[in-house]
């Protein structure tokens, strides 16, 4: 079985695996025994529905990157594999494509998956492990590829370079469980007095205990960058993705982050579990932006938008606005 073809089985039945993950099945282990190997883990972490869930209380449960104590050069060689793999994974999901080493002039149009290399002056290098071709494309088509970037391009093959008539991100899911709860929440990006009585108050720095206990809320603090941030009630889960930023950003560049399904990580940074990666798709997408001084306490620096049922909230650090929103009927406000 291909190394796509494991990482797709396996993304299918909801589990991200690593590097090991797959040479495990590569070496005669059975995807059934890969999960089946991996329930003790989920089930420690995962509350019990009987006591947590079905009874109505709200529970949490956080991932957040672990930074390795040593690391080898094949350290970063196996990271950088492993997100390629699972990237690629999402990409087969929708689409099938060929190898950048079997590719060959055709007049009909071929998919390529790979990632991006370097740019060009007409477009950029894609690149897979079997080799890497020019890619031509439009600067309206190229907006927004990156280095670095996972993507599929199609289009008719001639004198070993790519007409590129279409970029296909590995991007959010139409079809997709899209999370609802019974409860609602407030977002501060920094301490103070809640706004409002919400049932949850998520927060980048401690919340004093009165301020919550007035409001009847729980304080959940988020510190670390990237957090995903899986809330419990009911039997049902809503997921949130937290990240902070080198600067604030706008809309459509949130928008990017969500179709390329990666977040950038910090250079050197290599950790055992790939928090970088945006899996599983948010529900809501929190970004703290690191404030300008000269656009500290401009309006437009706080903003909520909508991607494909995912909600995007900016709210940089220090704002003093706050966000409200009902996780049952998905509505959110600045207050």
Known sequence: MEQSEIVRACLERGLLVSIEDIRRVEAGLSIDELLASKQPQQAAAKPQPADEEKAGRLSHRFRKPKAKETIAPSDILEQQKSRY????????????????????????????????????ENGFVLEDVTGEIDVLCDSSKAAGVEEGDVVCVRGPVKGGRLLCKDIIYPDVPLLRPVGRMEASMLIMPKAG???????????????EAAETEAKSAKNI??????SHLTLYKDGSRFNILFCRTESEISQQAAINMLKKRSLKKPKGMIADNDAY????????????????????????????????????????????????????????KLI
């Open 193 to 207: 007095s809640p706004a409002a009585k919400a049932d949850i108050v998520l927060s980048a720095e401690p919340v």
């Open 277 to 332: 990666l945006i899996e599983p798709v948010p529900d809501i997408l929190w970004i703290a932006g690191k404030a300008s001084k000269a656009g500290a306490g401009q309006a437009g620096h706080e903003w909520i938008e909508t991607y494909k049922a995912v909600t995007i909230i900016s709210l940089p650090e220090g704002s003093g606005k706050q966000a409200f929103i009902n996780l049952r009927t998905r509505e959110a």
């Open 221 to 226: 603090v988020v510190e670390a960058s990237p």
């Open 85 to 120: 793999e699972a990237l690629k994974g999402m990409l087969l999901s929708k689409t099938s494509a060929v190898s950048i080493g079997n590719a060959r002039d055709s007049a009909a149009s071929v998919s390529l998956i790979g990632a991006v290399k370097r740019a060009t």
